[in-house]
């Protein structure tokens, strides 16, 4: 099942530059595209979304773009800070028209390193 | 900011044993979830729930598996006949609405090792 790829396993940046995280799809029922950030001995926590009528949205520091086209989104950081470092999970979701809910599709994740 | 809560953080059991994972959602969230992450893969999805019924699950959710809301606070996963490949981090998950645009809020995971 390789329907959400993150091909980067590790990605390490100098703190106060921009950190770019790659994920790629396969899946053309994805409607809205979630990003988790997870540090060590905690569970993933909901960092940022858009939904597939958009190619951009922003929250702050965080900026995510996605190429419905190419099938890919990117998160961007900037500046990079300490605190960013942890792994970045892309969670894309399919339109659901059912009465409950499903659960979301993870890629494997990228850690990121930021560097002092 | 309300959290998810789930008990243990660390369950230690013999294979063949049954275990509950205890998971104590956000108070006025409606759909329920858990997940997996064995050491080095992944987080998948197994089951999702809401008006006391499983929305949905996946192929990993088989018949060793079942949910349950007890009360009105509380959701819990049990295993049935714990095997060696069961050992993995179980997060729980709860969102306010099923809708693809609501993020789902995560707990801390129980660490399940069987023996």
């Known amino acids: 099942d390789q329907q959400v790829k993150q091909n980067s396993p590790s990605l390490s940046v100098q703190e106060g530059r921009i950190s770019i995280l790659n994920c790629d799809y396969t899946?053309?029922?994805?409607?809205?595209f979630l990003w988790y950030k997870k540090y060590p001995a905690e569970g993933p926590t909901f960092l940022i979304s858009?939904?597939?009528?958009?190619d951009k949205n922003e929250d702050g520091r965080f900026t995510v773009f996605l190429n419905k086209s190419a099938k890919h989104l990117s998160l961007h950081i900037v500046p990079s800070q300490p605190g960013d470092s942890a792994v970045y999970f892309c969670?894309?979701?399919?339109?659901?028209?059912?009465?409950?809910?499903?659960?979301?599709?993870f890629g494997k994740g990228t850690h990121l390193i930021i560097q002092p | 900011e309300p959290e998810v809560t789930q008990t243990p953080s660390h369950q230690v059991t013999q294979m063949g044993q049954e275990v509950i994972l205890r998971c104590v959602p956000i108070s006025n969230h409606l759909y329920f979830y858990w997940y997996r992450q064995i050491l080095g893969q992944k987080v998948e999805f197994l089951v999702s729930?809401?008006?006391?019924?499983?929305?949905?699950k996946s192929e990993i959710f088989d018949d060793q598996f079942s949910v349950e809301r007890p009360d009105g606070s509380n959701f819990t996963l049990k295993i049935r006949s714990t095997k060696l490949e069961d050992s993995a981090m179980y997060f729980c998950?709860?969102?306010?609405?099923?809708?693809?645009?609501?993020?789902?809020?995560f707990g801390d995971g129980t660490r399940l090792s069987i023996l």
């Open positions: 998950a709860s969102s306010l609405q099923g809708r693809s645009n609501q993020p789902q809020h």
């Open positions: 969670a894309p979701r399919a339109k659901y028209s059912g009465g409950g809910a499903d659960g979301l599709t």
């Open positions: 858009i939904s597939s009528i958009k």
């Open positions: 899946n053309s029922m994805f409607d809205y």
């Open positions: 729930f809401y008006n006391n019924e499983i929305s949905e």
